[in-house]
């Protein structure tokens, strides 16, 4: 099997079929391909839909239960399902372009250092852009567009994990996801995958190709401010987390960080995306304390 594709999913049954299909209508055509859909606990009609694909498409989609809750269990149960000798993960509301497939599968074998390949992730804003998102903080929505050639990208970079593709055998050397990151129900943890390329960049290259894009929804509900302040919130959480934060200085640092934010929201309070810049610091620095505190560095 040259490659597998993972989509993991709670509870979106439509947005799950559309992104298998997109995958399905792609121009790769080889029978070396199967689709994976890791059902997340969901209570919704993804069973059902799911399971209309692969009576259609035979063994060309399976469909793989997990009830323990987490984006970073269902991708791990996704690699240790996976048959491909790479795997390249499509998130339950994006689509993949029709070269996707054959793009991704490009760069790899052309070198084999290579063991994670990003892809270009275009928005698709279902109630338009806001005009009040500060333009450093717009990669939150999942949206990347990093160069305008295959390139290596060197740390901090990385792909997203809408549109990233690894090298099984790379992670079957137990570079797995850490299960304490990721999204579990309604917390917005995250930074698993950006954890999981450090890892893996200490063997192999990580490279991006604009070619191999998917579009990616972003839901009305994703574009008010209540919920962007509540990402960058979540954010400083798993960074805290990540890092494994438990130090005084740790907490001092934050601290005197958030006061220096507060202090600056004033002088701000005029212009809408400098205001919110300095609101967003005050949400992640208060995220990075009750990572240190109620996560105490741990999962």
């Known amino acids: 099997m040259k490659a597998t594709v993972a989509v993991c999913t709670h509870n979106r049954a439509e947005d799950t079929r559309e992104a298998v299909q997109s995958v399905l209508d792609g121009s790769y055509r080889g029978d070396d391909m199967e689709i994976i859909v890791v059902d997340n606990g969901s209570t919704d009609t993804t069973a059902e839909v799911i399971?209309?694909?692969?009576?259609?498409?035979?063994?060309?989609?399976?469909?793989?239960?997990?009830?323990?809750?987490?984006?970073?269990?269902?991708?791990?149960?996704?690699?240790?399902?996976?048959?491909?000798e790479y795997i390249l993960f499509l998130d339950d509301d994006a689509l993949a372009s029709r070269e996707w497939v054959e793009e991704i599968l490009h760069v790899f074998e052309g070198d084999s250092g290579i063991g994670c390949v990003g892809g270009r992730i275009d928005p698709i804003w279902e109630a338009g852009e806001p005009a009040w998102i500060p333009d450093e903080h717009r990669s939150v929505f999942t949206i990347l567009d990093f160069a305008d050639s295959i390139t290596e990208m060197e740390a901090p970079a990385i792909p997203y994990g809408a549109n990233v593709a690894f090298r099984t055998s790379a992670l079957m050397e137990g570079e797995l996801f850490r299960e304490d990151l990721g999204r579990v129900g309604s917390k917005l943890l995250s930074s698993e995958e950006s954890e999981l390329i450090?890892?893996?960049?200490?063997?192999?290259?990580?490279?991006?190709?604009?070619?191999?894009?998917?579009?990616?929804?972003?839901?009305?509900?994703?574009?008010?401010?209540?919920?962007?302040?509540?990402?960058?919130?979540?954010?400083?959480?798993?960074?805290?987390?990540?890092?494994?934060?438990?130090?005084?200085?740790?907490?001092?640092?934050?601290?005197?960080?958030?006061?220096?934010?507060?202090?600056?929201?004033?002088?701000?309070?005029?212009?809408?995306?400098?205001?919110?810049?300095?609101?967003?610091?005050?949400?992640?620095?208060?995220?990075?304390?009750?990572?240190?505190?109620?996560?105490?560095?741990?999962?």
């Open 198 to 299: 450090a890892r893996l960049r200490r063997k192999h290259k990580v490279v991006y190709t604009p070619h191999g894009s998917v579009r990616h929804k972003i839901a009305k509900t994703r574009t008010t401010r209540k919920w962007f302040l509540r990402r960058i919130f979540w954010q400083g959480v798993s960074d805290a987390v990540k890092r494994g934060d438990r130090s005084a200085w740790a907490m001092a640092k934050h601290i005197i960080r958030m006061l220096q934010a507060i202090m600056a929201t004033l002088p701000a309070v005029f212009h809408p995306k400098a205001f919110i810049r300095q609101v967003s610091n005050i949400c992640y620095r208060n995220g990075t304390l009750v990572g240190i505190l109620r996560y105490g560095g741990k999962g």
């Open 51 to 84: 399971g209309a694909l692969c009576d259609r498409h035979g063994p060309r989609v399976r469909y793989v239960y997990e009830q323990r809750l987490g984006l970073s269990v269902a991708r791990n149960r996704a690699i240790r399902e996976a048959r491909g």
